[in-house]
């Protein structure tokens, strides 16, 4: 066998993990999360720590980045010891945090309470979709290189047909992540009527995606890269699939009003899964218009691509609904807990749906993005989406027991109307108004795109010049965490001087 040939041999043929294993995966970076939060408070606001945008780039990438490098690499067998550790550090830093409050000092804590339930949040982005979208990224940045090597787990890899495996929650949660902040929900007057100018700017927005995609094609196919084949066919990549979905949901937003996005994301899971259990949809994508996996023609070359578009079109639609959701009830405290809740309550109902449709109807497959595969990355996201709120909830606590306590990517608390005046000046610091929000998260955020070709490109080449399939641990670790920093670090610094690319 070539080296090619061997490398798509090493990540093809797989069956995944337990969705069980994945979702402890997925709470783990939002524990890291709330304790990097407490971190900062802690070192700036007790102990009178000066944080530049150097330090706070480092802090960023030692508890964010390299636990995420971490859990899928050579801790991946303890994730939920790693879960009960950081539980207890964190734990361990709140209650440092609460002994050395510097407002309520010498309050009970029930009345502690009762004035926080009052307070107010104002934020320019929803804090917890920001945590959200980085998070997917990284660990997609992290995974797309890791597979390649022996210390990635296998069962973390893409599975073949039918499974549940990292990976393939990936680019799932890219698509529920970028729905969330669609321009559709983003735009303050789309719901006024000027549905069609947000459509023909979702078609303007798309064409640099064709060339991004065409460019992948003709670099992959000119050097002989490896590809697996099954995952979207010969030709096509996910910027393909992206493109078709941004067409389609904004076709469907154009005819259908944004809070009945929910509806028309079920109803096109629930009709695809009929077209793929009575009639010969399923076969056409397993094997081609002749039944014995041909690739000839375009639909026979690239079937896994062009028709899994439509699971993707449903996860985009359920995203949309649940952005739609969470930003219409941020404003206040009270509000936040019950988004939280109401979320973490619709993600058990979805697993539980999941168990019923895998043993009745179909396993999850990534392949043909069924309804087992919609409903299992709509009910992952929104048990990640409500653990980060409700990291935000906690972290906003903990920055109210401290008088100017400042945290980038955070809430700012405000107090709500009639409560004293003068001690709402002092719950958000003149600091955290006038100064940039300066740290890993908000740079990841705001140039995703940028970080996810950085990634792609890296990746690329580590491939042309390592040979991973036979590189040990520490050597394996060592590249990771370079190429991780390398385009982290590269990120921030555009973020810093405001250099951006920007489609929606």
Not at 237 to 263: A, E, G, H
């Amino acid at each position: 066998m070539s080296q090619k040939q061997m490398k798509e041999a090493f990540v093809s043929n797989l069956n995944g993990t337990s969705v069980l294993e994945i979702t402890q995966g997925l709470c783990f970076p939002a524990f890291c999360i709330l304790c990097r939060g407490f971190l900062i408070i802690f070192s700036q606001h007790l102990y009178s720590f000066s944080h530049t945008w150097k330090t706070r780039f480092f802090i960023d990438f030692v508890v964010l980045i390299l636990p995420l490098v971490a859990t899928l690499t050579i801790w991946a067998s303890f994730i939920l010891l790693e879960l009960l550790t950081v539980i207890i550090f964190g734990a361990g830093l709140f209650y440092q945090i609460y002994r050395r409050r510097t407002c309520y000092a010498r309050v009970p804590v029930q009345k502690i309470l009762e004035k926080f339930f009052t307070i107010s949040l104002e934020s320019e982005y929803i804090p917890a979709i920001s945590c959200f979208r980085v998070i997917n990224s990284v660990f997609t940045a992290i995974a797309i290189l890791a597979v390649d090597f022996p210390l990635f787990p296998r069962r973390f890899a893409k599975t073949e047909l039918y499974g549940t495996g990292a990976m393939d929650f990936g680019v799932g949660g890219f698509v529920f992540g970028t729905a969330m902040v669609c321009l559709e929900i983003r735009g303050n007057d789309y719901i006024k009527g000027s549905r069609f100018c947000y459509f023909t700017k979702s078609l303007y927005a798309v064409w640099p995606l064709v060339f991004l995609g065409i460019g992948r094609l003709v670099i992959i196919k000119s050097i002989g890269y490896q590809e697996h084949l099954t995952e979207y066919g010969v030709h096509w990549n996910f910027f393909f699939t992206i493109i078709v979905v941004r067409v389609v949901t904004s076709l469907l937003l154009i005819i259908f009003p944004l809070n009945k996005s929910w509806i028309v994301a079920l109803s096109i899971t629930v009709l695809y899964q009929l077209a793929l259990d009575f009639t010969p949809l399923k076969r056409l994508i397993l094997y081609g218009t002749d039944g014995s996996g041909t690739r000839v023609g375009l639909l026979n070359a690239n079937r896994e691509g062009i028709i899994s578009s439509l699971g993707y079109v449903a996860i985009h639609m359920a995203g949309v609904q649940t952005g739609l959701y969470v930003l219409k009830n941020r404003s206040h405290i009270k509000d936040l807990i019950k988004v939280a809740c109401c979320l973490l309550l619709a993600a058990i109902s979805l697993f539980i749906s999941l168990y019923i449709v895998q043993v009745n109807v179909e396993a999850v497959s990534r392949r043909m993005a069924n309804l087992a595969f919609c409903i299992w990355i709509v009910a992952s996201s929104l048990i990640l989406l409500s653990s980060l709120l409700l990291g935000d909830i906690i972290l906003s606590f903990a920055k109210f027991l401290i008088k100017g306590a400042l945290v980038p990517c955070s809430w700012k608390l405000t107090q709500s109307p009639g409560t004293n005046k003068k001690y709402s000046e002092s719950l958000v610091p003149e600091a955290e108004r006038k100064e940039p929000s300066l740290c890993l998260i908000t740079a990841l955020n705001r140039k995703q795109l940028i970080f996810f070709l950085l990634s792609n490109i890296t990746t690329g080449l580590i491939n042309l010049m390592v040979d991973t399939l036979h590189s040990g641990t520490l050597w394996a670790l060592f590249v990771l965490n370079l190429y991780m920093f390398t385009n982290c670090l590269i990120t921030y610094i555009l973020y810093l001087q405001d250099k951006t690319i920007k489609f929606w």
